[in-house]
């Protein structure tokens, strides 16, 4: 039994020598309690930047996307007043368009009218040349007239001059 004692000593004296060992060995491969403790707190600092960072970037993002509907938004409402003003402008122009097509509807009347005033113009320069000269033979004629017509007042006269001095002769 004491030798089984002692070789049960034995073994477990060696056990814990080699519990003692790698204790030991593990104790070698730590951190000394200091420095786990400073990263530790650094780990904790670090965690809480983390967070802060993490909460400023969410804020951020909504700042970003509340943003991002009011710029759409304010698109929206420059689209709308580009496009009610492009139809404004259609109207302006189409109205326009038929305000010209009847200015030039007038134009072309009154471009024929004026053709027509022109030919009648025409008309009336070469009736008025063929009156002149109408008129220019009447007047010779009537000139010729007024001429023959002297003539025979101018004979009329001598013969009635004639008559006279004859006259008084043939009755006595």
Known sequence: QLLEAKASLSLAQTQHTLQLQQAKA???????????????TSLREEQCK????????????????RQLVRTQEEHRCLLQAAVEQT??????????????ADKAAHLKNAQAQLTRNKQLIEDL???????????????????STEEKNQMLEEQASALKQL??????????
């Open 26 to 40: 593990q104790m070698n491969n730590m951190v000394p309690k200091e420095q786990f403790e400073q990263l530790q």
């Open 50 to 65: 983390a967070k802060h960072l993490q909460e400023n970037l969410h804020l951020q993002a909504e700042q970003t996307c």
């Open 87 to 100: 139809e404004g402008l259609e109207l302006n122009l189409r109205s326009a368009e038929a305000v010209l």
């Open 125 to 143: 320069c070469e009736e008025n040349r063929v009156l002149a000269m109408a008129l220019q033979a009447a007047e010779l004629k009537q000139k």
């Open 163 to 172: 008559i006279g001095k004859i006259t008084p002769v043939s009755l006595s």
